[in-house]
């Protein structure tokens, strides 16, 4: 016999499910909830494969907010073909993590970013996946902005060219049908040059090549030639530093003689100077010399004249001068 259900309990788990069912909902919607989500849009003039909703926006790398929707057409002119790409990005976290820069929702501001160089591209999170993520910078060498909404429906962002995007088209473009034929080609006539090598007479040649410089080194004439070179060298090296030993000391003992050379002229220039001032004309001492030398030369005359004079009369000396009535 079945027991019957106890609606207590029943009552319980559902009160209980409903409870966390709730709490989940604010969990996942608290960033919606307590964070204000700001659409705004970007065409991309290239595949979106890799990207996905819900895939990260992110400014110089930090993330900002998150894809919304990918459309194919929205807004745009018949002859554009761009993809839009709606976005949603966190006005406080944008304001935060970009200090003010980034003040999403207010156009006047939105406009004065983009006019400095805020762009949006496409980035790769991963190029083994293949996974992209809406990227924001400023770049200030940024071509001028193109706007692709007939009528302003969200905030629009300009987009660029990714290096990524660039590569993938230049690779594209590449001609590879071609490359692997010219490959090909070349492959086939180097395989041709190496058919016609006489393959035995070089790898002959080779050998003898090598077994006549293998000869040449072992010989005993270089062997005797290296020793009587390293002996030379040797020779050379005590040679040299003999000769360096000899030379510091003459080379100390010319700076000495340089050096007494050097005050010693220094002191006949400051001798000179002094004679030229002792003679010079305007001296105080010179009127004094030529007094003394004016006194020496008549002392000079006078011993002169005393020298006639005893020559004329030895006997000057003892008996005196005579006078001119005593002369004969």
């Not at 993330?63 to 554009?80: E, F, K, M, P, Y």
């Not at 001032?277 to 009127?287: H, N």
Request: proline share 5%; hydrophobic share 45%.
């Amino acid at each position: 016999m079945s027991k019957k259900a106890n609606p207590t309990i029943i009552g319980l788990f559902f009160a209980i499910g409903l409870v966390l069912a709730v709490t989940g909902l604010l969990i996942f919607s608290s960033r919606s909830l307590f964070h204000p989500q700001h659409k705004t849009i970007v065409y991309f003039n290239a595949s979106l494969k890799g990207l996905n909703p819900g895939a990260p926006v992110k400014f110089r790398g930090v993330t900002i907010g998150s894809v919304v929707d990918i459309l194919i057409r929205h807004n745009q002119a018949a002859t554009d073909f761009s993809m839009p790409v709606v976005i949603a990005i966190d006005k406080k976290l944008a304001q935060l993590k970009a200090d003010e820069q980034l003040r999403i929702g207010d156009k006047a501001n939105l406009d004065q970013v983009i006019g400095q160089g805020l762009r949006a591209r496409l980035d790769s999170e991963s190029l083994v996946t293949g996974v992209l993520y809406v990227a924001l910078d400023i770049i200030p060498d940024a071509a001028p902005p193109t706007f692709h909404q007939i009528k302003p429906e969200y905030q629009e962002i300009p987009s660029v060219t990714s290096d990524l995007q660039q590569l993938m088209a230049s690779v594209a473009h590449l001609n590879l049908q071609g490359l692997s034929e010219k490959l090909g080609g070349i492959l086939t006539h180097v395989d041709l040059i190496l058919s016609q090598l006489d393959m035995p007479a070089i790898n002959a040649g080779v050998t003898n090549l090598l077994g006549s410089a293998n000869h040449v080194v072992t010989a005993p004439d270089l062997t005797n030639s290296l020793t009587s070179l390293r002996r030379t060298l040797d020779q050379a090296d005590v040679l040299v530093r003999h000769v360096d030993d000899r030379v510091d000391p003459l080379i100390d003992s010319a700076t000495n003689t340089l050096s007494d050379a050097r005050k010693t002229l220094a002191n006949l220039s400051v001798g000179l100077q002094n004679i030229s001032d002792l003679v010079g004309p305007d001296s105080a001492v010179r009127p004094g010399l030529a007094q003394a030398l004016e006194e020496l030369g008549s002392a000079s005359r006078s011993v002169a004249d005393l020298a006639e004079l005893l020559k004329r009369d030895p006997n000057a000396l003892l008996v005196g001068k005579k006078s001119r009535k005593e002369l004969p």
